[in-house]
Protein backbone atom coordinates (compact mmCIF):
# COMPACT_ATOMS: atom_id res chain seq x y z
CA UNK A 1 0.00 0.00 0.00
CA UNK A 2 1.00 3.78 -0.72
CA UNK A 3 1.33 5.88 2.20
CA UNK A 4 3.54 8.19 4.34
CA UNK A 5 5.50 7.06 7.12
CA UNK A 6 7.38 9.00 10.36
CA UNK A 7 9.28 7.57 12.69
CA UNK A 8 9.43 7.10 15.77
CA UNK A 9 6.10 8.10 16.59
CA UNK A 10 7.16 9.51 19.81
CA UNK A 11 10.35 11.56 20.67
CA UNK A 12 12.08 12.92 23.86
CA UNK A 13 14.89 15.12 23.66
CA UNK A 14 16.92 16.92 26.08
CA UNK A 15 17.55 20.74 26.09
CA UNK A 16 19.98 21.38 23.64
CA UNK A 17 20.29 18.50 21.14
CA UNK A 18 19.22 18.31 18.00
CA UNK A 19 16.61 15.98 16.73
CA UNK A 20 16.03 14.32 13.43
CA UNK A 21 12.48 13.46 12.26
CA UNK A 22 12.04 11.26 10.01
CA UNK A 23 9.48 11.16 6.60
CA UNK A 24 9.31 8.87 4.04
CA UNK A 25 6.89 8.38 1.30
CA UNK A 26 6.09 5.49 -1.34
CA UNK A 27 3.32 7.65 -3.08
CA UNK A 28 6.04 8.86 -5.82
CA UNK A 29 5.01 12.84 -4.81
CA UNK A 30 7.17 15.57 -5.77
CA UNK A 31 6.13 17.66 -2.72
CA UNK A 32 6.62 17.12 0.51
CA UNK A 33 6.12 18.97 3.50
CA UNK A 34 6.30 19.72 6.78
CA UNK A 35 3.89 21.20 9.96
CA UNK A 36 3.60 21.64 13.77
CA UNK A 37 0.63 21.53 15.71
CA UNK A 38 0.53 22.44 19.12
CA UNK A 39 -2.62 21.23 21.50
CA UNK A 40 -6.14 22.93 20.35
CA UNK A 41 -4.16 24.32 17.62
CA UNK A 42 -4.45 24.38 13.41
CA UNK A 43 -1.43 23.39 11.21
CA UNK A 44 2.20 25.80 10.87
CA UNK A 45 3.83 25.37 7.73
CA UNK A 46 7.58 24.85 9.07
CA UNK A 47 8.78 23.96 5.14
CA UNK A 48 7.92 22.65 2.02
CA UNK A 49 10.04 21.02 -1.04
CA UNK A 50 8.82 21.24 -4.60
CA UNK A 51 11.28 18.77 -6.44
CA UNK A 52 14.83 16.86 -5.18
CA UNK A 53 17.38 18.96 -3.53
CA UNK A 54 15.06 22.09 -3.20
CA UNK A 55 12.98 23.50 -0.51
CA UNK A 56 11.62 26.79 0.84
CA UNK A 57 10.73 28.61 4.28
CA UNK A 58 7.42 27.83 5.25
CA UNK A 59 5.47 30.51 8.28
CA UNK A 60 8.05 28.74 11.16
CA UNK A 61 11.27 28.01 9.61
CA UNK A 62 13.32 29.79 12.41
CA UNK A 63 15.11 26.72 14.58
CA UNK A 64 14.33 24.28 12.09
CA UNK A 65 16.52 22.64 8.93
CA UNK A 66 15.59 20.02 6.15
CA UNK A 67 17.21 18.05 3.28
CA UNK A 68 15.71 16.96 0.11
CA UNK A 69 18.13 14.53 -1.21
CA UNK A 70 16.08 11.54 -1.96
CA UNK A 71 12.01 11.96 -3.73
CA UNK A 72 10.57 9.61 -1.22
CA UNK A 73 12.64 11.14 1.99
CA UNK A 74 12.26 14.65 3.55
CA UNK A 75 13.71 14.47 7.46
CA UNK A 76 13.33 17.23 8.99
CA UNK A 77 15.89 18.52 12.16
CA UNK A 78 14.38 20.53 15.32
CA UNK A 79 17.95 22.23 16.54
CA UNK A 80 18.50 23.55 19.53
CA UNK A 81 17.83 27.12 18.11
CA UNK A 82 14.27 26.17 18.50
CA UNK A 83 13.26 27.72 21.94
CA UNK A 84 9.76 25.80 22.42
CA UNK A 85 9.82 22.42 19.94
CA UNK A 86 7.67 20.52 21.88
CA UNK A 87 4.68 19.77 19.82
CA UNK A 88 2.76 17.04 17.22
CA UNK A 89 4.73 16.95 14.06
CA UNK A 90 3.02 16.45 10.74
CA UNK A 91 4.99 15.29 7.32
CA UNK A 92 2.73 15.49 3.94
CA UNK A 93 3.18 14.72 0.85
CA UNK A 94 0.86 15.39 -2.89
CA UNK A 95 1.10 15.92 -6.47
CA UNK A 96 3.27 19.36 -7.69
CA UNK A 97 1.72 21.68 -9.84
CA UNK A 98 -2.31 20.92 -9.09
CA UNK A 99 -4.40 22.62 -7.07
CA UNK A 100 -6.88 20.09 -6.83
CA UNK A 101 -5.44 17.30 -5.68
CA UNK A 102 -4.98 16.42 -1.45
CA UNK A 103 -2.13 16.46 0.39
CA UNK A 104 -1.48 12.96 1.97
CA UNK A 105 -0.47 12.61 5.54
CA UNK A 106 1.58 10.47 7.92
CA UNK A 107 0.43 9.36 11.25
CA UNK A 108 2.76 12.15 13.01
CA UNK A 109 5.50 12.63 15.41
CA UNK A 110 5.03 13.84 18.90
CA UNK A 111 7.78 15.62 20.17
CA UNK A 112 8.64 15.84 23.64
CA UNK A 113 11.52 18.52 25.48
CA UNK A 114 12.38 17.08 28.60
CA UNK B 1 -3.29 36.90 1.26
CA UNK B 2 -4.82 33.24 0.80
CA UNK B 3 -6.55 32.22 4.49
CA UNK B 4 -9.08 29.91 5.76
CA UNK B 5 -11.38 31.02 8.21
CA UNK B 6 -13.07 28.13 10.38
CA UNK B 7 -15.93 28.56 13.58
CA UNK B 8 -14.35 27.91 16.66
CA UNK B 9 -15.01 25.00 18.66
CA UNK B 10 -15.82 23.24 20.38
CA UNK B 11 -18.72 21.71 19.02
CA UNK B 12 -21.24 19.54 20.87
CA UNK B 13 -24.02 17.34 19.78
CA UNK B 14 -26.11 14.54 20.66
CA UNK B 15 -25.96 11.77 18.49
CA UNK B 16 -28.03 11.84 15.00
CA UNK B 17 -28.23 15.77 15.29
CA UNK B 18 -27.38 17.55 12.64
CA UNK B 19 -24.17 19.34 12.16
CA UNK B 20 -22.64 22.43 10.23
CA UNK B 21 -18.91 23.70 10.42
CA UNK B 22 -18.72 26.65 8.76
CA UNK B 23 -16.12 27.87 6.98
CA UNK B 24 -14.83 30.68 4.69
CA UNK B 25 -11.93 31.63 2.59
CA UNK B 26 -9.95 34.49 0.79
CA UNK B 27 -8.24 33.44 -1.88
CA UNK B 28 -6.22 35.28 -4.99
CA UNK B 29 -6.92 32.68 -7.28
CA UNK B 30 -9.43 30.00 -7.86
CA UNK B 31 -9.22 27.50 -4.97
CA UNK B 32 -9.77 24.13 -4.51
CA UNK B 33 -11.26 23.81 -1.03
CA UNK B 34 -11.32 20.37 1.01
CA UNK B 35 -12.29 19.35 4.59
CA UNK B 36 -9.98 17.04 6.68
CA UNK B 37 -10.43 15.07 9.52
CA UNK B 38 -7.76 14.26 12.84
CA UNK B 39 -8.48 11.79 15.17
CA UNK B 40 -6.83 11.82 18.43
CA UNK B 41 -2.80 11.28 18.21
CA UNK B 42 -3.31 10.68 14.23
CA UNK B 43 -2.61 12.44 10.61
CA UNK B 44 -4.96 14.27 9.30
CA UNK B 45 -7.39 12.02 6.55
CA UNK B 46 -9.36 14.05 3.72
CA UNK B 47 -12.98 13.76 4.19
CA UNK B 48 -14.07 15.69 0.97
CA UNK B 49 -13.45 18.23 -1.54
CA UNK B 50 -14.28 20.60 -4.03
CA UNK B 51 -12.09 21.45 -7.19
CA UNK B 52 -14.63 24.50 -8.88
CA UNK B 53 -17.77 26.79 -8.14
CA UNK B 54 -20.80 24.63 -7.44
CA UNK B 55 -19.39 21.80 -6.94
CA UNK B 56 -20.66 19.65 -3.69
CA UNK B 57 -17.64 17.36 -2.23
CA UNK B 58 -19.67 14.50 -0.41
CA UNK B 59 -18.04 11.46 1.90
CA UNK B 60 -19.45 9.41 4.42
CA UNK B 61 -22.88 11.16 4.70
CA UNK B 62 -20.62 14.59 5.01
CA UNK B 63 -21.17 17.41 2.42
CA UNK B 64 -20.03 20.63 1.41
CA UNK B 65 -20.83 22.48 -1.24
CA UNK B 66 -18.15 25.09 -3.54
CA UNK B 67 -19.82 28.95 -2.66
CA UNK B 68 -17.98 31.29 -5.01
CA UNK B 69 -20.87 33.99 -4.18
CA UNK B 70 -20.19 33.78 -0.35
CA UNK B 71 -16.58 32.57 -0.69
CA UNK B 72 -17.89 29.71 1.99
CA UNK B 73 -17.25 25.69 2.05
CA UNK B 74 -19.41 24.45 4.78
CA UNK B 75 -19.03 21.45 6.07
CA UNK B 76 -22.58 19.36 6.84
CA UNK B 77 -23.71 15.93 7.63
CA UNK B 78 -27.17 15.26 8.44
CA UNK B 79 -27.33 12.73 11.27
CA UNK B 80 -24.13 12.67 13.33
CA UNK B 81 -22.65 9.71 15.20
CA UNK B 82 -20.68 9.19 18.06
CA UNK B 83 -17.36 7.72 15.54
CA UNK B 84 -17.77 11.03 14.31
CA UNK B 85 -15.69 13.14 17.73
CA UNK B 86 -12.77 14.53 16.20
CA UNK B 87 -11.38 17.53 14.92
CA UNK B 88 -12.07 18.77 11.43
CA UNK B 89 -9.91 21.15 9.29
CA UNK B 90 -10.86 23.24 6.44
CA UNK B 91 -8.25 23.60 4.11
CA UNK B 92 -7.61 25.92 0.25
CA UNK B 93 -4.79 25.32 -2.21
CA UNK B 94 -4.78 27.90 -5.06
CA UNK B 95 -3.46 27.14 -8.48
CA UNK B 96 -0.05 26.86 -9.62
CA UNK B 97 1.12 27.34 -5.74
CA UNK B 98 2.16 24.00 -3.69
CA UNK B 99 0.88 25.56 -0.28
CA UNK B 100 -2.14 24.61 1.40
CA UNK B 101 -3.98 26.84 4.29
CA UNK B 102 -5.47 25.78 6.62
CA UNK B 103 -8.03 26.57 9.04
CA UNK B 104 -7.84 26.54 12.86
CA UNK B 105 -9.87 23.38 13.20
CA UNK B 106 -13.36 22.92 14.94
CA UNK B 107 -13.49 19.92 17.52
CA UNK B 108 -16.61 18.13 17.79
CA UNK B 109 -17.83 16.05 20.10
CA UNK B 110 -21.21 13.78 19.21
CA UNK B 111 -22.67 12.33 22.65
CA UNK B 112 -24.83 9.13 22.93
Not at chain 1, 57 to 86: C, H, M, W
Not at chain 2, 18 to 42: D, H, K, R
Amino acid sequence: DGGITQSPKYLFRKEGQNVTLSCEQNLNHDAMYWYRQDPGQGLRLIYYSQIVNDFQKGDIAEGYSVSREKKESFPLTVTSAQKNPTAFYLCASRERDSSGLEQFFGPGTRLTVL
Amino acid sequence: GDSVTQMEGPVTLSEEAFLTINCTYTATGYPSLFWYVQYPGEGLQLLLKATKADDKGSNKGFEATYRKETTSFHLEKGSVQVSDSAVYFCALSVSNFNKFYFGSGTKLNVKP
